[in-house]
């Protein structure tokens, strides 16, 4: 049986039965703990690589002392807005991140952190920025929009940015404009209209 084997014959022959089956027991519930654990873990690494393939944009956030409460109004905040929110366990997330297009994020999440992601490019950032300035227990650590790294500054530029919702209703309401109206804008010179743009991208750097 080697020397571990040894050592527990040695130490059973102090013991009665009843002692005996109870250790043993206890030896087998750790044994079935730790296989459940890396069970588990597998599980919340495949569900984090899952999510981070379907996000657009990434917010990562550090929440320190939200009550239940206002962690439930977060949350409902985030569904309505078509985004998702977890806590998130660091070491976990960095192995789910490898692979990934936002791997170089990996140095942000240390601390209590938690992870904001949408389809949408803003609707994340629009959500958490928002809250961060309405209830000081929530930061804006950074995140990454299709892989490009933000700071801080940045996501909250992109928070500042039209939803994909509200450019749906601005271009329906171009639409519905005058023909007159119409014309004006497709006559607005191409370089004035990248100017714009490049402006927009600048603020995200």
């Known amino acids: 049986m080697g020397r571990l084997g040894d050592t527990y014959t040695n130490l059973y022959g102090y013991l009665d039965e009843t ?7 206890s030896v087998l519930n750790q044994s079935g703990d730790d296989q459940v654990n890396r069970t588990e873990k597998a599980e919340l690494i495949e569900t984090l690589q899952s999510t981070l393939s379907e996000a657009i944009s990434v917010v990562v956030t550090q929440q320190v002392g939200l009550t239940v409460a206002e962690s439930s109004e977060l949350r409902a905040r985030m569904r309505e807005a078509g985004a998702g929110f977890k806590v998130t366990k660091n070491r976990l997330t960095k192995i789910a991140l490898k692979g990934t297009k936002y791997e170089e994020m990996a ?22 920025v928002k809250f961060a300035k309405e209830n000081d227990k929530l930061t804006i650590v950074g995140g990454s929009l299709d892989g490009k790294m933000l700071d801080k500054a940045g996501v909250e530029a992109l928070a500042t940015m039209p939803s994909l919702d509200e450019l749906r209703a601005k271009l329906v309401g171009l639409l519905n404009a005058p023909a007159t109206k119409l014309a004006r804008v497709s006559q607005a010179p191409a370089m004035k209209l990248a100017r714009v743009i490049q402006a927009r991208a600048e603020q995200l750097q």
């Open 107 to 128: 140095d942000m999440f240390s601390g209590p952190t938690a992870m904001g992601t949408s389809p949408d490019p803003v609707a994340a950032a629009k959500v958490l």
């Open 19 to 25: 002692e005996q089956s109870r250790i043993f027991v």
